[in-house]
């Protein structure tokens, strides 16, 4: 039977360096016996390379050679589990503060944030770093693994520090549910089955609470159906249709819509996806799109029902800057927003956020790892949605013309911690 989508949850971990976060992961997939023999096999070898005994479970994540050597994970590292319950797609993310870029990535597409954090060192600069962009990129639910218990003697009190630290700062971002759990993920207690050493929890495991989440809430949407159109297909006989992902509200044959920018109304007569035609579609779906009349819609373009969204070339956006060189004015960049690539400009920076007291500061400029308000205009007009109605027609990426490199993103709108 075809999973629906809110049987597969999508979780990011995230934390400081050495917290314990690709352990954990690695604790999860082998307790409940997601690896092949081979991959078990190859966990073994690089363990014993590394003279770090038989079994090193943050190497079940760490894929590339250059993580396993130095013990670090880089790259986000993209794992699928599932249990009888429900499917999972895991997202590694990189602690350290230079790889904060990866860590976005990883985050961009996930229904919940897998904290963890060191029990002996509490909420670290790079965890509130991490929770941020998080926030910002509209996870609205938090697991907090709050591991290494062993080491502090599965002191309540200790965890309980963390917890209030967390809770606060959860609170300030906006965070609608937080879910504390103690572990020790090298020990495996509280990870899937419960713990004989923490007789004061009755909470979940980990592995428990990940079940009971919510999942799908990157197809929550306050907005009406969105197309981003990215291809035209000629049909037999004659006729076009327009193909692309479904985002925001469902889709059904019969709906007014309205193509912009061109702000041309007509009405969908067909859907139809890689199973065949359907009289509706849900937001996560490929589909092409047939219209009641002609249009010259192409790849750029976007398909909507009401409300509507903006049609602008200048707007408000809270960035993350990942760039080496700060962003500056006079720096070439173009904007990738759905389908859709036009050169940018940036006309002001509004101010700096600081990590630590989530106030926005004024500032001139943005430099690696900063997160900023931005005015931006752009060279064509944009079909956009303020990102905490829309996570798809509400967000970008900022590319250097000259290296091609991503060097931000981009959310359209202040975020609501702001």
């Given at each position: 039977?075809?999973?629906a989508?809110?049987?597969?949850l999508?979780?990011a971990?995230?934390?400081s360096?050495?917290?314990?976060?690709?352990?954990?992961?690695?604790?999860?997939?082998?307790?409940?016996?997601?690896?092949?023999?081979?991959?078990?096999?190859?966990v073994?070898?690089?363990?014993e390379?590394?003279?770090?005994g038989?079994?090193?479970?943050?190497?079940?994540?760490?894929?590339?050679?250059?993580?396993?050597?130095?013990?670090i994970?880089?790259d986000?590292?993209?794992?699928?589990?599932?249990?009888?319950?429900r499917?999972?797609?895991?997202a590694?993310?990189?602690?350290?503060?230079?790889?904060?870029?990866?860590?976005?990535?990883?985050?961009?597409?996930?229904?919940?944030?897998?904290?963890?954090l060191?029990?002996?060192?509490?909420?670290?600069?790079?965890t509130?770093r991490?929770?941020?962009?998080?926030?910002?990129?509209g996870?609205?639910?938090?697991?907090?693994?709050?591991?290494?218990?062993d080491?502090?003697?599965?002191?309540?009190?200790?965890y309980?520090?963390?917890?209030?630290?967390?809770?606060?700062?959860?609170?300030?971002?906006?965070?609608?549910?937080?879910?504390?759990?103690?572990?020790s993920?090298?020990?495996?207690?509280?990870?899937?089955?419960?713990?004989?050493?923490l007789?004061?929890?009755?909470?979940?495991?980990?592995?428990?609470?990940?079940e009971?989440?919510?999942?799908?809430?990157?197809?929550?949407?306050?907005?009406?159906?969105?197309?981003?159109?990215?291809?035209?297909?000629?049909?037999?006989?004659?006729g076009?249709?327009?193909?692309?992902?479904l985002?925001?509200?469902?889709?059904?044959?019969?709906?007014?819509?309205?193509?912009?920018?061109?702000?041309?109304?007509?009405?969908?007569?067909?859907?139809t996806?890689?199973?065949?035609p359907?009289?509706?579609?849900?937001?996560?779906?490929?589909?092409?799109v047939g219209?009641?009349d002609?249009?010259?819609?192409?790849?750029?373009?976007?398909?909507?029902?009401?409300?509507?969204?903006?049609?602008?070339?200048?707007?408000?956006?809270?960035?993350?800057?990942?760039?080496?060189?700060?962003?500056?004015?006079?720096?070439r960049l173009?904007l990738k927003?759905?389908?859709?690539?036009t050169p940018?400009?940036?006309?002001?920076?509004?101010g700096?956020?600081?990590?630590?007291t989530l106030s926005?500061?004024p500032?001139?400029?943005?430099?690696?790892?900063?997160?900023?308000?931005?005015?931006?205009?752009t060279?064509d007009?944009l079909v956009?949605?303020d990102?905490?109605?829309?996570?798809?027609?509400g967000?970008?990426?900022?590319?250097d013309?000259?290296?091609?490199a991503?060097?931000?993103?981009g959310?359209?709108?202040?975020?609501?911690?702001?």
């Open positions: 039977m075809k999973l989508a809110k049987d597969l999508r979780l971990t995230v934390g360096v050495d917290d314990g976060k690709s352990t954990l992961i690695g604790r999860l997939l082998v307790d409940t016996r997601q690896l092949f023999d081979d991959q078990l096999s190859a073994v070898a690089a363990s390379k590394r003279g770090v038989d079994l090193d479970l943050s190497f079940v994540t760490d894929g590339l050679r250059a993580e396993r050597e130095q013990g994970t880089i986000v590292a993209y794992r699928y589990a599932s249990t009888p319950t499917k999972f797609i895991i590694d993310c990189p602690g350290h503060l230079q790889y904060t870029r990866n860590m976005a990535t990883g985050a961009s597409t996930a229904d919940l944030a897998l904290v963890v060191n029990v002996a060192h509490g909420v670290k600069e790079q509130r991490h929770l941020c962009i998080a926030a910002l990129l996870v609205r639910t938090i697991i907090a693994a709050v591991n290494k218990m080491e502090v003697n599965w002191s309540e009190a200790a309980l520090s963390v917890v209030d630290e967390l809770r606060t700062l959860s609170h300030e971002l906006g965070f609608e549910s937080v879910t504390p759990i103690p572990v993920a090298l020990l495996g207690e509280n990870v899937v089955e419960r713990s004989s050493h007789d004061w929890y009755d909470g979940p495991s980990v592995l428990q609470a990940l009971a989440c919510e999942a799908g809430s990157w197809t929550h949407s306050g907005t009406g159906a969105r197309l981003p159109v990215q291809w035209v297909l000629r049909q037999n006989g004659g076009r249709t327009y193909a692309g992902m985002n925001g509200a469902t889709l059904h044959v019969g709906d007014e819509v309205t193509l912009l920018p061109a702000n041309v109304t007509t009405t969908v007569t067909s859907l996806s890689g199973s065949g359907r009289r509706a579609a849900t937001a996560g779906l490929a589909i092409d219209l009641a002609e249009t010259d819609a192409g790849r750029g373009d976007l398909l909507a029902t009401a409300p509507l969204p903006q049609v602008t070339k200048e707007f408000v956006a809270t960035v993350c800057w990942f760039g080496d060189q700060p962003l500056r004015s006079t720096q173009r927003h759905t389908t859709k690539v940018v400009r940036l006309r002001e920076i509004s700096v956020v600081d990590i630590e926005v500061n500032g001139g400029e943005l430099t690696t790892n900063d997160i900023g308000l931005v005015t931006l205009q060279a007009w956009v949605d990102y905490r109605d829309n996570r798809v027609t967000s970008f990426v900022l590319i013309e000259v290296t091609n991503t060097v931000a993103a959310m359209i709108g202040r975020a609501a911690f702001l």
